[in-house]
Structures are given as structure tokens and as C-alpha cells.
């Protein structure tokens, strides 16, 4: 069992204010795992997405017209 922790960043896109997640994408290697979580809030809950989930909806936030 790995002992990993999670190393947090937000994208240097979220300059808006604040209304930003943090995600932890060193674990999708090691544990096939992204947790996600608010960052106004760091030490509240996180959401934890299977690495291919959140692949996904990393590719369809790139092509979504929003």
C-alpha cells in the first residue's frame, strides 16, 4: 500500500475570484484515483473520481461550448 498524499494544485485559469477546486492529481498513477475539492474550503470534504472519470470530463470541459 502506497502512503502517497495528495498534492493539491488549482489551474492557473482560476482567477475568478475564488469560485476555484483544488484537485489532486499526483494519485491517478498510484491509486487510480483524482480527488477534487473546493478551495475556499480546504480542510472540508473532497470527492474522489476514478482517474478515467475524470479524464472524461477533463476532455469534455475542454470541447463543451461553455
Known sequence: MTTE???WFTS???ANGGQCV???ANLAASRGL???RDSKEPEGPA???TADAWS????YAKSADV
Request: glycine share 0%; no cysteine.
Open 5 to 7: 498524499s495528495p498534492q
Open 22 to 24: 483544488e484537485v489532486a
Open 12 to 14: 492557473s485559469y482560476s
Open 56 to 59: 472524461a470530463f477533463v476532455e
Open 34 to 36: 483524482v480527488p477534487v
Open 47 to 49: 470527492l474522489t473520481f
